[in-house]
């Protein structure tokens, strides 16, 4: 199993939904996780940092983390276009400041 | 506060060259982590350094290096280029030196090896 993994869609959501990105997770990875939006082109920009086990919101973004099922999401809601991006979940692993990358979700949202 | 810069934005290489690139992290960062991403890898740690100390190294040849100077600055170099280094390479720089704390990419490098 890999230490992060993530599903690559494209997931396709409709303007205003609620967009679930899911993430999980290894036991070879530490307890703090990282979402990062990466636009085309672009290098990635940190959404949200969740450490302990339920939910933190930060506007239109929701991360949870559930340490017994081994998964991590991102929800964002009342997706807007400008959210179309690839998005990516990152834990930190091995000691130090490694992060270790999932393969990144990518998200179309439509008009 | 100004973010990570990185320069060059853009690179071009030809095969058995070397070639340097700067990170300047943000103000006060002293933690300083290399990745590089490519469409087929994906984004993958190379090092990170603290304290101007390599503190953790991911599985790339020793081609890869870095180094830290004393003001939180790093470089990497990569030496003996082979064309499956091109790829992106981005710097992040954190605040902390442990446990849990969120890293800032910058722009990243585009490096092109020909």
């Known amino acids: 199993q890999k230490e992060v993994e993530q599903n690559s869609g494209p997931l396709s959501v409709p303007e205003g939904a609620i967009a679930s990105l899911n993430c999980t997770y290894s036991?070879?990875?530490?307890?703090?996780f990282f979402w990062y939006r990466q636009y085309s082109g672009k290098s990635p920009e940190l959404i949200m940092s969740?450490?302990?086990?339920g939910d933190k919101e930060d506007g239109r973004f929701t991360a949870q983390l559930n340490k017994a099922s081994q998964y991590v999401s991102l929800l964002i809601r009342d997706s807007q276009p400008s959210d179309s991006a690839t998005y990516l979940c990152?834990?930190?692993?091995?000691?130090?400041?490694?992060?270790?990358f999932g393969t990144g979700t990518q998200l179309k949202v439509e008009l | 506060k100004a973010g990570v810069t990185q320069t060059p934005r853009y690179l071009i290489k030809t095969r058995g060259q070397q070639v340097t690139l700067s990170c300047s992290p943000i103000?006060?960062?002293?933690?300083v982590s290399w990745y590089q991403q490519t469409p087929g890898q994906g984004l993958q740690f190379l090092f990170e350094?603290?304290?101007?100390?390599?503190?953790n190294k991911g599985n790339f040849p020793g081609r890869f290096s870095g180094r830290q100077f004393s003001n939180s600055r790093s470089e990497m170099n990569v030496s003996t280029l082979e064309l499956g280094d091109s790829a992106l390479y981005l710097c992040?720089?954190?605040?902390?030196?442990?446990?849990?704390?969120?890293?800032?990419f910058g722009p990243g490098t585009r490096l092109t090896v020909t």
């Open positions: 103000s006060g960062h002293r933690s």
């Open positions: 036991d070879r990875v530490s307890q703090s």
């Open positions: 990152a834990a930190l692993t091995g000691g130090g400041n490694k992060l270790t």
């Open positions: 992040a720089s954190s605040s902390l030196g442990t446990g849990v704390n969120e890293q800032y």
């Open positions: 350094y603290f304290s101007e100390t390599q503190r």
């Open positions: 969740i450490y302990s086990n």
